[in-house]
């Protein structure tokens, strides 16, 4: 079965910056698309971007756009969130999940997911 594990997530101050890792087997990641989604106490899951063919390269939703950055390396089969300038409404677990289609950046759109890994801005 297709298995997904993020990494990466910690405590930081707010402005500072984390790098996430989204690292897949049992599948090949230029066959599917990468959606990362977070999810905040109390609030449901929402995606904050993409990056596939299908995706037009990357996506990100409005709200990220200037402070999140998507890539991808092929050899070590792994995706990447870097994440700058971080507010502590960004606290969430922060998940990765593959579909066969990138968009709408909805989780029913999406198949399989790793347990998220929890990032927390605070001083």
């Known amino acids: 079965q297709v298995q997904l594990v993020e990494s990466g997530g910690g405590l930081v101050q707010p402005g500072g910056s984390l790098r996430l890792s989204c690292a897949a087997s049992?599948?090949?990641?230029?066959?599917?698309?990468i959606g990362w989604f977070r999810q905040a106490p109390g609030k449901q899951r929402e995606g904050v971007g993409c990056i596939s063919t299908m995706c037009g390269g990357t996506h990100y939703v409005n709200s990220v756009k200037g402070r999140f950055t998507i890539s991808r390396e092929n050899v070590e089969n792994t995706v990447y969130l870097q994440m700058n300038n971080l507010k502590p409404e960004y606290t969430a677990v922060y998940y990765c999940?593959?579909?066969?289609?990138?968009?709408?950046?909805?989780?029913?759109?999406?198949?399989?997911w790793g347990q998220g890994t929890q990032v927390t801005v605070s001083s």
């Open positions: 999940a593959t579909a066969a289609a990138a968009l709408p950046l909805d989780t029913t759109n999406y198949d399989f």
């Open positions: 049992a599948f090949t990641l230029d066959n599917y698309a």
